[in-house]
């Protein structure tokens, strides 16, 4: 039986802990064959991000189109997008192909500080993408680049994803995994009717490189499996738990999450 596909459209990871690798791995281990339109090789390891090129957005866009036409995209996430004219280029592809639901995960920046965006970029995320988006999944960092709201507590999540929801998206997950002072991770899912507040436990690990790649691309398995999206949300966060449980030492400085429990005994 053909699987359902999913299309990540984001950087190349050379750690292997996130972006594209982190994303296709996902996919795998929710049973959806992984689809790429590469935007950026990033030159990074554990320790952080030394340097980036982008991809022509001539062949970000040509490949998106090339795999849409041919294989089907069932549903869509973005990652990295780097610079405001790929951006522009992929919201202008979606209006061109099919690619089902679409999560953007608004990357501005690495877990270790360093910058994912050009200047310029954050601008055309809010006008570009958003309103295309039929899920978005800031961390609490990139919610103060997009709106200026700093996420402390419940009331400013709510507050953060009401601001968000002004840029058109349908839903909204605002991510609390960020927030000091909590036992748990809370994070707060809205389409500005419905507030669902999501909770699970906080790891003592530092090892959580990729996890916001490895969450959103769960959640884009899910939908692309037809699941709803608070119910694709709701595995996503399970799954992201676990891999956050099963996380690993690699190299000197933050290692990655880990899929592999997904796989079964070893």
Known sequence: MTPKTALTIAGSDSGG?????????????NGVHGLVALTA?????SLGVQGFTEIPADVVT????????????????????ATAEIIRAVAKTLDEVEVGPFVVDPVAASMTGDALLREDALEAIRTELFPRATLITPNLDEVRLLTGV???DAASQCAAAEALLEFGSRWVLVKGGHMTGTADCVDLL????EYISLSGPRYET????????????????????????PDAVAA???????????????????????????LGPS
């Open 62 to 81: 040509a490949q998106i189109k090339a795999v849409a036409s041919d294989m089907g995209v069932n549903a869509a996430k973005t990652g990295m997008l």
């Open 150 to 152: 700093s996420v402390v």
């Open 236 to 262: 996503g966060k399970k799954f992201i738990e676990r891999c956050v449980a099963e996380a690993y030492p690699l190299g000197a400085g933050v290692g990655p999450v880990s899929p592999f429990w997904a």
């Open 190 to 193: 809205s389409d500005g009717r």
């Open 17 to 29: 802990g996130a972006g594209i690798q982190a994303d296709l791995r996902t996919f795998f281990a």
């Open 41 to 45: 090789v990033t030159v990074q390891n």
């Open 206 to 229: 530092e090892n959580t490189h990729g996890g916001g790649d490895t969450l959103a691309s769960a959640i884009t398995a899910s939908l692309a499996k037809g699941a709803s999206v």
